[in-house]
């Protein structure tokens, strides 16, 4: 056939690893916060919440995969979520690591969030 340009590469993970040096592992994942949503959430008022945070500088993340609550909650986990926001119908919950959950209002969310 005609030629064809075309660009390759290759590195092997011992590669990898030995390059990152000192600095491998300096780096932790995490995001700032994580809505787990219930089936009778508001998503799009989580969504806008979502984008207001993010225009702040915080990083947030939810799920799009359509995962049950609790599989939701272990994501966030995964993802080393500081503050998980479990959003319901009438409320969210606030959900911080060593700290017990508290109930506010979609009103009061933006601000305890900001």
């Known amino acids: 056939g ?5 660009v390759g590469f290759a590195s092997g993970i011992e590669r990898i690893v030995s390059g990152a040096g000192e600095g491998a592992g300096a780096f932790e994942p995490g995001i700032d916060v994580f809505f787990a949503c219930e089936p009778d959430a508001p998503r799009e008022r989580v969504l806008t919440l979502m984008t207001r945070l993010r225009a702040r500088g915080r990083s947030c993340e939810t799920d799009f995969a359509g995962r049950s609550s609790k599989g939701q ?7 080393g979520a500081e503050l998980t926001v479990i ?4 409320q969210a919950t606030l959900r911080r ?5 508290e109930s506010v ?7 305890e969030l900001a």
Not at 73 to 79: C, E, K, P
């Open 73 to 79: 909650l272990t994501q966030a986990q995964r993802l």
């Open 105 to 111: 209002s979609y009103e009061r969310l933006e601000e």
């Open 2 to 6: 005609p030629p064809t340009p075309a």
């Open 97 to 101: 690591p060593g700290k017990p959950d």
């Open 87 to 90: 959003a319901a119908a009438g």
